[in-house]
Each structure stands twice: as C-alpha cells, then as structure tokens.
C-alpha cells in the first residue's frame, strides 16, 4: 500500500496499531520533522534501537527496504540463549550477558513469546559426561547468579534416555544430559517490539530502502529514502542515523564514504521436520566437528539445524543448497533409530548471521560479540551480537549516539519495558477454555493464538465476533485463522503476501505445499482490507508460487552459486509496484 491509498474501515486508533493510519503519518513525518535519529533496519536490533531511543524521549523513525524481520530476524534458529558452545571458546562475559538477557526476556519483556526449552545432550563415554556436565554445570551456575527461572541440569542413564527418546538409536549414546534453555518467536518478537516502539512514539516504515546518506557541516545529517510502494524519493533530516542493518553494514557505511569490511555473513540453513517423525519428549543437542547441531521444538514441528558456512552472493534470499539438506539429515541420522529421508523435510529456511570479521577462516570460530561503531560524525553503526542480546546491543548504540550528538541522554530503562502482548498474557492461558467455549474457537487454536498474541488475543477474536468466516483456519493442517491475514495487514505492517505466509504466519515452512494452497485465500483477504484489484492479487499470488518453485530448485543444486542464481531469477515483489 503506498502513503495515498484508503485506510481500513475498522482501523484501531491505538498508538501502537501498524497499520495504513501509522503508514501515512510517518512518511509524513518523515519529510516533515528533523528526526533525532533516522534507524535503518527493522530486524530485532533495528527495532530495539528505535525502542531505546523511543524510551529515552528521543524523536526516531525506523526505515526498512524490506519487511518487518524479513532477514536474518526472521531466519534464526528460534533460540533465547546463553551459548553453550560459546564457553569452549571461552567467551565468558558474552555468555555472562546472554543469560541475564535470558532470563529478563522469560520473566518480563515477553513471557508470552519466549519460553522455556528442554534439550537432551547425548554422552557416549564417561569422560564426555564429565566434560559436558562440568559444562552445563557452570552454565548453570552464571544463569543462577541473576535468579535463574529454569531448573538446573540433570543426568540419565542409558536406560531413562531410551524411555524418553525413543527416536535415539541404542548405539547413540550412553546416557544424556538434561539442561533448559529458551526459544522464541523470532518475527513475532520483532512485531511485538515494534509495536511497542511505536506506542512510545516511534515511527516505522517498512518498503522504504535508503539509497543515500546527506551530510552537513561535516557530518551525516540525513538520508534519502525511496518509498518502494509508490516510487516516491523522501528527503529525510536528523541528528545521528543508526546503521542496524546487518550482513548489509557495509553498503550503508559506503554510502559515507566510510567503507570497510567489519562483516562477515554466515549462512545457516534449518529443516522442518513434522513432530511425530522424531520420537522425542524434549529438543536435542549434538556436537559436530566445527559446532553443534540442534532439533528445537517448534509447535508441531521440529526445526533441525544449523550450518555455519561463508556467503557472499544474494543477502536478501541466501539459497540452501543440496549438499546443505544432505548434511544436516546425514548428521542427525547418524543418531536416530528409524533415519529421516528427503520426504520428511517440510520446510527449508536460510538465515545469515552478520559476524564480526575476524583472523579466523571459518565463520564457527568467529565472535558472535557486537561492536559499536561511529566511522564518521552523525553515523553510528551497531553491527555483530546475538539476538539474545538485542537490548544491550541496542542500549549500548543509543548511548553512542549520545556521545555522536553531544548530549547527555537517560539511561536505558528496556530492561523494565515488557512488550505489546505481555500483560494479561497469563490471565488469557487461564481462560483459554473460557475463550473457546465463548468464541466457538478450538481451543488449541485458542492456545496457539495466545502463545502469538499475548494478552493481545481479543485484537483477533474481536475481528472474529465482527465476521465468523475469519475464525476458520488458512489451511486445514495448521492453527492459524483467517483472522490473522486481516490482523497482519491491520495491526501488524503487513503489505505483501509474503509477510503473512512467511513472517506473520509460518506457512512458508510448516505446510507440504509451503503456502502455495493457501496463496489466493490470503491475497483476497489482504486485497479487502488493501484495496488490491484482481490485477494486484494475481501479481501477488503469481510472484509467490513463483518464489516457492525457485525455492525449490535452489534446494536441489549442488553449489551456492546456482541455488542463488534460481532464487534471485525471481526478484523482489516490492520492486513490481515501484
């Protein structure tokens, strides 16, 4: 939707609404008002600067050529952690510093978007139970210097472990190590802190790519930002841009002649493996030769990765590649009883971690640390870190800012903001019954829609009691509900299909067909409520099928080069309107 189209009938007037209303008024502010600071990027350290910065009084907007956690912030392995693995490479402060952020995260700032996980850490000698355990041990004990919420560790004997994890080979193990950590909602903890930036007086525009920075007196003192729904070219002012952008930090440090290589990609792919094929009762941690290697419960799925390699094509849609599938299915199988096929891969997705450049040659080995930067007056970037650590990255940027400007700014006060969704979060699990039998709903959808939306539940049922159609769901082997299409567009910034199969909702990855069934549905409840003609949905729905077949394709090649050729064939679906 560009900045002239109608507003929705039913628009909210919360301060914290998304929608068509906070579209419009902020590209109007935009161009109207010397921002304090101009932030580009919208993944979770994009929106936690704009939060801070919102927190301390500060005028900000937030800028983002794509959508809302459409990389990296959308990509990850859904883990809140202190890093394990991070404590072999004796990187104690950053684990330090992780789990206190853990632990704010589970008991304050978004109990209904992260929670506790259970992983089981196999032994095969009692020397690695040793090791391991001493580990785990004093991961357990920093996570108890700051009131730990999650059980410490305990071990099981080869037989507990076959009655818990039936899916572990008998010859996999001899024994196992319970301990907890956390796992989160990637992009729906983006949405929701975005929200609460904006109902502190943020502004957040998304389809907006800068495409050039304006200086002043010898300094960075604005950006020129192309609006890619209308082709409009804003001019905007302010005191200090934030650099959040990622494994794209480089291009806008370019922009002011400041270029350097401070960031290293690194493509991490996951699968999507339907529950029932892994008889498991809690995740599952395994060590490989360079990292580790997680099954993460998620919902009715099992996420199933990562990789750690170099990449240096496409940062939009890194592609996985065959030989990518091929490890992670051949890694796991090397401990499980009844071994995964091809068949049983529901969804591929690719993230890119933005590290820092180091003397190391494999990305496994490099600092997942974060630096903040100013290379030139009125351009500080914040670049590394760990989404765990969003806050602190976040908190220590805008305090840079205040150095770059001069000013003495407020401490940062995010470690006592819970976000949209939080409150009331625990009186909704309560009454989900309640709710159900009240709604008509099903109460696992009701469960589902709480475990998204908090104690924001009724922004969905409202939409519901107003038209009962939209209490059915997209597509009959998931929970999500029609709803949540106009809730998205809505509420939640947003504009193309693709946001809603692939970050509002997660049927990109959780469905066989990933979305392709449940396109036109969705295009047709996005046009009513965005004023799309039959020429706009069809572009729409042409352009995401068109997305999943090169998808596809990409999955089958051998090497990154023609995976990324199949996938950027396809082009951005913000590009089409400009």
Request: with cysteine; aromatic share 4%; glycine share 8%.
């Amino acid at each position: 939707m560009d900045e002239g189209a109608n507003p929705p009938a039913q628009q909210s007037p919360s301060d914290d609404v998304l929608g068509s209303h906070h579209r419009q008024n902020a590209i109007r502010r935009l161009t109207g008002e010397r921002l304090d600071v101009l932030i580009v990027g919208a993944g979770v350290t994009g929106i936690g600067c704009a939060l801070d910065a919102a927190a301390r009084g500060l005028s900000v907007a937030v800028v983002e050529q794509h959508d809302l956690a459409s990389g990296t912030s959308s990509r990850s392995s859904k883990l809140i952690h202190g890093g394990l693995r991070y404590l072999k490479q004796l990187q104690f402060s950053l684990v330090r510093e992780a789990l206190f952020e853990r632990n704010l995260l589970l008991s304050h700032i978004a109990p209904h978007l992260v929670k506790r996980v259970d992983f089981l850490y196999p032994v095969q000698s009692f020397t690695e139970r040793l090791y391991a355990g001493l580990g785990i041990g004093l991961y357990d004990l920093m996570a108890s210097r700051n009131a730990n919420l999650l059980p410490r560790h305990r071990h099981l004997s080869r037989k507990q472990v076959a009655g818990s994890a039936p899916a572990l080979a008998s010859n996999s193990h001899r024994g196992a190590i319970v301990y907890s950590d956390a796992s989160v909602d990637d992009a729906r903890f983006v949405i929701s802190a975005a929200r609460t930036a904006a109902q502190l007086g943020a502004s957040i525009v998304t389809s907006a790519k800068v495409v050039a920075l304006s200086r002043s007196q010898g300094r960075v003192s604005g950006a020129t930002v192309k609006c890619l729904e209308s082709n409009r070219e804003l001019e905007v002012a302010c005191g200090t841009v934030v650099n959040a952008t990622g494994v794209w930090s480089d291009e806008v440090e370019e922009y002011a002649g400041t270029a350097s290589s401070r960031v290293r990609a690194s493509k991490g792919i996951h699968l999507v493996i339907p529950r029932h094929r892994i008889d498991l009762e809690k995740g599952l941690i395994l060590r490989t030769t360079d990292s580790v290697l997680f099954v993460i419960p998620s919902g009715s799925h099992w996420i199933v990765g990562t990789t750690d390699s170099d990449w240096h094509l496409n940062r939009a849609h890194p592609a996985a590649t065959r030989k990518d599938i091929t490890y992670l299915l051949t890694t796991l199988n090397q401990v499980l009883a009844d071994p995964l096929t091809d068949n049983d891969v529901v969804g591929v997705y690719v993230g890119l971690r933005p590290l820092l450049n180091g003397d190391s040659d494999k990305t496994s080995k490099l600092s997942r640390e974060h630096a903040v930067t100013t290379s030139t007056g009125g351009l500080v970037s914040i670049s590394g870190g760990k989404y765990t650590t969003y806050r602190v990255m976040a908190a220590d940027t805008i305090d840079a800012v205040g150095v770059d400007q001069g000013v003495d700014l407020p401490e940062s006060s995010t470690a006592q903001l819970p976000l949209v969704g939080s409150a009331g979060h625990k009186q909704a699990l309560l009454r989900a019954g309640e709710i159900a039998a009240g709604s008509g709903i099903d109460p696992a959808a009701i469960k589902h829609l709480i475990s998204r939306h908090g104690g924001r539940i009724d922004e969905v049922l409202d939409l519901i009691r107003a038209d009962a159609s939209l209490g059915k769901p997209i597509d009959p082997t998931l929970p999500y509900l029609r709803a949540e299409v106009v809730h998205a567009v809505r509420f939640e910034a947003a504009l193309h299909l693709e946001d809603v199969l692939t970050r509002r909702t997660r049927l990109s990855v959780e469905s066989r067909d990933r979305g392709t069934a449940s396109a036109l549905a969705v295009a047709e409840l996005m046009a009513s409520e965005l004023n799309w003609d039959q020429g706009r949905i069809d572009t729409e729905v042409d352009h995401y099928l068109s997305r999943v077949t090169a998808e596809r394709a990409s999955n089958e090649q051998v090497d990154d080069e023609t995976a990324d050729a199949y996938r950027v064939a396809v082009g951005e679906v913000r590009e089409n309107f400009s």
